[in-house]
């Protein structure tokens, strides 16, 4: 089953922080700067979290992960936007892994 998860970092050094960029964009969409919304399987998420414990630097830098739910359920409404227009989150089909 997928869920749907707000992911925020929060990196204290450029090269991290631009690695921790590509990483997660290649798992999902930006939606805020150092934050995205990503559509993941179990197995994706583990994936996920093993790649950016080897990006990050513990110490110095944090990564939220937030479970909005399954997509099935109110996960594609769990999160919405004031202000100008962004990328829409509901056509989204899942996770793109480069």
Avoid: N
């Amino acid at each position: 089953m997928r869920h749907r998860w707000l992911i925020a970092y929060d990196v204290s050094e450029a090269k991290r922080l631009r690695r921790m960029h590509r990483l997660l964009d290649g798992y999902g969409d930006g939606v805020q700067y150092s934050v995205f919304i990503c559509d993941l399987t179990d197995v994706e998420l583990q994936l996920l979290r093993e790649q950016v414990l080897q990006v990050m630097h513990q110490a110095e830098d944090r990564v939220m992960f937030v479970d909005l739910g399954p997509m099935s359920g109110r996960a594609p409404h769990a999160v919405s936007f004031v202000g100008r227009e962004g990328i829409s989150l509901r056509d989204k089909p899942g996770a793109v892994i480069i």
